[in-house]
C-alpha cells in the first residue's frame, strides 16, 4: 500500500509540474497525495515527512519495531542548537488539544511559538487538503504519553 501512494503522489506531482500552463500552478493541480481517506493521506505524509524521527523516542534507531500506538507521544531527547534545547512535543497530546483550524492557523504562521527546529516550510508547502490529512491522522491516534520538557533558553557564557 504505500508503494502504491508513494507511486500514486509521484505520478500526481509529475502530471501537475507537467501540466500546467504557467508556472504558478494552481491549488486544484498542486501536486497532493492521493489515498483512500484523509487518514490513510495523513499516515503517508507523516511517514515520508519522517515527523516520527523526531516525534518519537528512539524511532531512528528502531524504525516500525516501535508500534503505531507509542508514535508521535514526543522525545525527551532534546535538540541544542544556538537557540537554546527544544523537545520534539507529544504531537498525540498537541493535536488532542487543538482544532483542525487552530492546526491550519499555526502551519500558516507558526510565529510566537518555539518549535525549533521544525522545518514549518515543508508543512506550509503542501497543500491544505495535505496539511488536513496531517492533522486528521494524528487526531485519529488519541491522546497517549506525556508532555514532553518545555523550552530551555541557551546557557549565558
Known amino acids: 500500500m504505500r508503494v502504491l ?12 509540474i507537467a501540466l500546467a500552463p504557467t508556472e504558478r500552478v494552481r491549488a486544484a493541480e498542486a501536486p497532493h497525495v492521493v489515498a483512500a481517506d484523509p487518514i490513510a493521506a495523513g499516515r503517508f505524509l507523516v511517514d515520508y515527512g519522517d515527523c516520527n524521527d523526531c516525534h518519537t523516542a528512539q524511532f531512528s534507531q528502531l524504525h516500525d519495531k516501535i508500534p503505531e500506538s507509542r508514535r508521535l507521544t514526543g522525545n525527551p531527547r532534546g535538540f541544542k542548537g544556538p537557540w537554546g534545547t527544544s523537545y520534539a512535543p507529544n504531537l498525540r497530546l498537541v493535536f488532542a488539544s487543538m482544532s483542525e483550524e487552530q492546526w491550519l492557523h499555526l502551519v500558516r504562521d507558526p510565529r510566537g511559538v518555539d518549535h525549533r527546529p521544525m522545518p514549518w516550510w515543508n508543512v506550509q508547502r503542501l497543500t491544505p487538503n495535505d496539511q488536513r490529512a496531517i492533522y486528521a491522522y494524528i487526531h485519529s491516534l488519541g491522546p497517549a504519553g506525556k508532555p514532553m520538557p518545555g523550552y530551555a533558553p541557551p546557557k549565558p557564557r
Open 5 to 16: 501512494l508513494s507511486v500514486m503522489f509521484v505520478i500526481t506531482a509529475a502530471a501537475s
